[in-house]
């Protein structure tokens, strides 16, 4: 335990020495585990008169996440913005392509570089870890063609670290659940609209409500596909009649339980082997 803790130590400490590198930093700030924690030692090592934090809103974003995110960075005494942007008015990316989150984080991107290069700030960096690498990201990808820095990955630091640390910091997204864009519930090549967004939306709300923490709601044209933890599979069945109707409501004919429970990035099991390891890129667990 001691050398594991120290080596988490020694990668924080490399992580410090990357970012005052970098002398000022615009930071994409989503509100999830790793953009926190990145902003966390951005302030740390830095200095909040060398950081922005910008969180950007859109159709794809939770009500909710951009509440917490406000909320996180003005816990953090983080300089902040929140600019509005739309994933559906990229060409190319309500169709859903499998490398549909580069259109995403090059879009991103494209915001973010200007208003740094506005005020003075020597970088955009964002929230890539160490365990994106070999996944199906291809946000990576948009990263490294526009010289956006991903300080996590470079540092060579794991989900599981920045939880552990998260949690020795007092941050209180140590234990929130992995987040993706709502537009990873919708299977590849199937339309991204805003209404299709809109339901995803309250329908995953209205679980969070009922108290599940880690929930997707995937859908399959007018079918949910519902996923929860496989441990809390039990704990839905009693709410199971609540559910159907209230999605109903929300306009989905069909509502399904998965039986094999979340996991990250299940719409990628469909996905020819050699896509699912080579592409790489956005952030956080879909």
Known sequence: MESME?????KYERLGEILRSMGKVVVAFSGGVDSAFLLKAALQFMGPENVLAITADSETYPVREKLEAIELAKDLNAPHEVIHTSELNIPGYAENPTNRCYFCKNSLFDHLIP?????GYAHVVFGAIADDLGEHRPGLQAAHEQGVRAPLLEAGIKKSEI???????GLKTWDKPSFA???????????ITAQKLSMIDQAEDFLIQLGFRQVRVRQHENLARIEVPASELGELLPVAETVHAKLKEIGYAYVTLDLKGYRSGSLNEVLPADQQAV???????N
């Open 6 to 10: 120290l080596l988490i130590e020694q």
């Open 163 to 169: 939880r552990h640390l998260s949690r020795k910091f």
């Open 279 to 285: 592409q790489a890129g956005a952030g956080a667990a």
């Open 115 to 119: 208003i740094a290069r506005e005020r």
């Open 181 to 191: 864009c709502l537009s990873s519930r919708i299977p590849y090549g199937e339309a």
